[in-house]
DNA sequence: CAACAGGATTAGT
DNA sequence: ACTAATCCTGTTG
């Protein structure tokens, strides 16, 4: 109650426009590796990337069912509204998946000051950010949202302005979540109820397992698929494992009659998802070592193991639930 | 060298 | 009690 949470920012459109021409644009080019070296005085120009976007188009990018814009439009002036509405969508989708991972609260007005740290550290990762360091520990949500650009500048000369925009944007679709229940509105099943029902997978604030966390992000392959993929589909890739020669290993045990190779993930980037793993879990010296240890441990457990035929950072779940 | 396998111990719930 | 974090020794491709 007594919320009167000042409701400054309009949420206009420049926010999206500024959002779609150097966030949701960058990073869905893919972001190469260009890790901070790419990120000197700011936002002056946006470095276009002549790479192309591998995989946001799997259902990222609009033809969600109607717009074939597929890049032949000449993009009218209504396009372009929907282009909007379409990329606001996104960015709600992306802040809902967010919140999942992180499990914090969609609205930053209700962050903790772990819940802060957790954003931050989100925020840098998923946008190559330069370390922040520790400069704005022990803030809470409500006091990061009362500091103006100027104030996250101080803190943080180098990315403070990429960061205030960052957490405008999701101040904006807090704001536009709470004005857009007026009267019922039981969150109609249209739009994934974004309501704070907690994560399906982990029911009344358990902490989540490790291989619960690794199926949330197989689930986003728009999000996380750089990191970390399924690789089942295209049984092309599956015959040339064996590179080629008939290497006769000796025992050819094809036996395993059940069990084929579905439910197989391989972990691209092992240090990103260490990482990640380690902002959910408040464990900054998390690393791979260290999380493979635990997939390890669900060997014997029989939720994890190693697919038939083993490869690097390639593991398969045994029940594919 | 990085991934892999697992034993032992500690930490957090 | 259980899971995971940490740490470690040793193996493997």
Same mark, same amino acid.
């Given at each position: 109650?007594?919320?009167?949470?000042?409701?400054?920012?309009?949420?206009?459109?420049?926010?999206?426009?500024?959002?779609?021409?150097?966030?949701?644009?960058?990073?869905?080019? %893919?972001?190469?590796?260009?890790?901070?070296?790419?990120?000197?005085?700011?936002?002056?120009?946006? /470095?276009?990337?002549?790479?192309?976007?591998?995989?946001?188009?799997?259902?990222?990018?609009?033809?969600? %069912?109607?717009?074939?814009?597929?890049?032949?439009?000449?993009?009218?002036?209504?396009?372009?509204?929907?282009?909007?509405?379409?990329?606001?969508?996104?960015?709600? /989708?992306?802040?809902?998946?967010?919140?999942?991972?992180?499990?914090?609260?969609?609205?930053?007005?209700?962050?903790? $000051?772990?819940?802060?740290?957790?954003?931050?550290?989100?925020?840098?990762?998923?946008?190559?950010?330069?370390?922040?360091?520790?400069?704005?520990?022990?803030?809470?949500? /409500?006091?990061?949202?009362?500091?103006?650009?100027?104030?996250?500048?101080?803190?943080?000369?180098?990315?403070?302005?990429?960061?205030?925009?960052?957490?405008?944007?999701?101040?904006?679709?807090?704001?536009?979540?709470?004005?857009?229940?007026?009267?019922?509105?039981?969150?109609?099943?249209?739009?994934?109820?974004?309501?704070?029902?907690?994560?399906?997978?982990?029911?009344?604030?358990?902490?989540?397992?490790?291989?619960?966390?690794?199926?949330?992000?197989?689930?986003?392959?728009?999000?996380?698929?750089?990191?970390?993929?399924?690789?089942?589909?295209?049984?092309? %890739?599956?015959?040339?494992?064996?590179?080629?020669?008939?290497?006769?290993?000796?025992?050819?045990?094809?036996?395993?009659?059940?069990? $084929?190779?579905?439910?197989?993930?391989?972990?691209?980037?092992?240090?990103?998802?260490?990482?990640?793993?380690?902002?959910?879990?408040?464990?900054?010296?998390?690393?791979?070592?260290?999380?493979?240890?635990?997939?390890?441990?669900?060997?014997? /457990?029989?939720?994890?193991?190693?697919?038939?035929?083993?490869?690097?950072?390639?593991?398969?779940?045994?029940? $594919?639930?």
């Amino acid at each position: 109650m007594g919320s009167s949470s000042p409701p400054s920012t309009p949420f206009c459109l420049h926010y999206f426009d500024m959002l779609y021409s150097e966030d949701v644009a960058w990073a869905a080019k %893919g972001m190469g590796e260009t890790s901070q070296s790419g990120v000197p005085g700011g936002r002056g120009e946006v /470095k276009k990337e002549p790479e192309q976007c591998p995989i946001i188009d799997s259902q990222g990018l609009g033809l969600g %069912g109607d717009g074939e814009l597929q890049g032949e439009l000449p993009l009218e002036e209504h396009s372009l509204e929907q282009m909007q509405s379409m990329v606001v969508g996104e960015v709600l /989708k992306d802040i809902e998946t967010a919140c999942k991972l992180l499990n914090i609260a969609a609205d930053p007005a209700d962050w903790s $000051p772990g819940n802060v740290q957790k954003w931050i550290l989100w925020t840098e990762h998923q946008y190559r950010l330069p370390q922040l360091g520790k400069s704005f520990q022990e803030l809470s949500g /409500k006091e990061l949202c009362a500091m103006s650009e100027e104030q996250f500048c101080q803190r943080s000369p180098v990315c403070g302005d990429v960061l205030h925009a960052h957490l405008d944007i999701w101040r904006s679709a807090a704001w536009m979540k709470e004005k857009a229940a007026p009267g019922d509105v039981r969150y109609c099943g249209s739009d994934s109820g974004w309501a704070d029902s907690e994560v399906d997978s982990s029911c009344a604030g358990q902490p989540i397992h490790l291989w619960q966390f690794l199926k949330e992000l197989l689930l986003k392959p728009h999000n996380y698929g750089r990191f970390i993929r399924w690789l089942n589909k295209e049984k092309g %890739g599956w015959a040339l494992l064996g590179s080629g020669e008939g290497s006769v290993g000796g025992s050819p045990q094809t036996s395993h009659p059940h069990s $084929p190779h579905i439910g197989i993930f391989k972990i691209e980037d092992s240090a990103q998802v260490a990482r990640l793993w380690g902002i959910r879990k408040n464990r900054p010296a998390m690393n791979y070592d260290k999380l493979s240890r635990s997939i390890r441990q669900y060997y014997k /457990k029989g939720i994890i193991r190693k697919p038939d035929i083993s490869q690097r950072l390639v593991y398969q779940f045994v029940h $594919p639930l």
